[in-house]
């Protein structure tokens, strides 16, 4: 009889709760998991975080803005603008695809330093070094930069740095299309694309360009960080820790 009422009552003992590592039990430990994340998820966004730059937001800008600008001014891209531009609707809705490249080094620099305004200054810098070498387009380049640019800003701040590739894509995508806007305000309307038909089918291809290379920036920001190119972790708008990598 001892031997049965020691078997019940050693299985009737409940077992004690899990307790894991960091301490409590593991519901516990779930319910913390959800609310760090729900906490970062309604991370207050400060604008002016994204509108400030420091030291070497300004250096890795700049550097970018002049490899650009040489980029474009040996390859004389504005000679080779209106060339095709020359070739009528087709030619505008080739330019809308490849413009977009000219993108990629703004926006790859946006990825290493999480900040909008990298974008603005290094097209800033690219517009000047394309004007001081005798561009065809002159100071109104700036217009052409800063125009799209200011978009593409906006758009990382409405979707508050969140999406990863996607980000990129949707980001460029939208900064192609204020390209296109762009150059059609400064080439005075639709008349050299032949009407508003085709000016609306070069938007809708500089939006698919777009997509492919602001995933092309994301990547470039990847390989440009893991050579060592300093960038930071996570955005200083989203009050995130700013952890500096070289």
Not at 15 to 38: C, E, H, K
Not at 128 to 155: E, H, K, N, Q
Not at 169 to 190: E, L, M, P, W
Request: charged fraction near 15%; glycine fraction near 12%.
């Amino acid at each position: 009889c001892r031997g049965v009422s020691h078997h019940l009552v050693h299985v009737a003992r409940s077992p004690p709760p899990r307790r894991d590592r960091i301490g409590g039990t593991g519901s516990t430990r779930r319910r913390l998991i959800v609310a760090n994340v729900d906490a970062t998820a309604t991370k207050s966004y400060r604008i002016r975080e994204d509108f400030k730059l420091e030291t070497m937001d300004i250096v890795v800008a700049v550097l970018l803005g002049v490899v650009q600008g040489v980029i474009e001014v040996v390859g004389l891209l504005g000679f080779l603008e209106r060339t095709v531009w020359a070739a009528g609707p087709v030619g505008f809705v080739i330019y809308a695809f490849y413009n977009g490249t000219t993108w990629i080094l703004f926006y790859a620099g946006a990825y290493l330093r999480k900040r909008a305004a990298v974008v603005m200054l290094a097209v800033t810098v690219t517009a000047l070094v394309r004007w001081f070498a005798g561009d065809p387009d002159g100071p109104v380049l700036l217009f052409y930069g800063l125009f799209p640019a200011t978009f593409g800003a906006a758009a990382l701040a409405l979707m508050r740095w969140r999406g990863g590739r996607l980000l990129f894509a949707v980001v460029v995508a939208i900064t192609s299309v204020a390209n296109q806007v762009a150059t059609f305000v400064g080439q005075g309307g639709f008349q050299l694309a032949d009407g508003t038909a085709w000016a609306l089918v070069s938007m809708s291809v500089a939006a698919v360009g777009g997509l492919i290379w602001g995933v092309a920036a994301w990547y470039l920001g990847r390989g440009l960080e893991h050579a060592g190119v300093p960038s930071l972790d996570s955005p200083p708008a989203l009050g995130g820790s700013k952890i500096e990598h070289a």
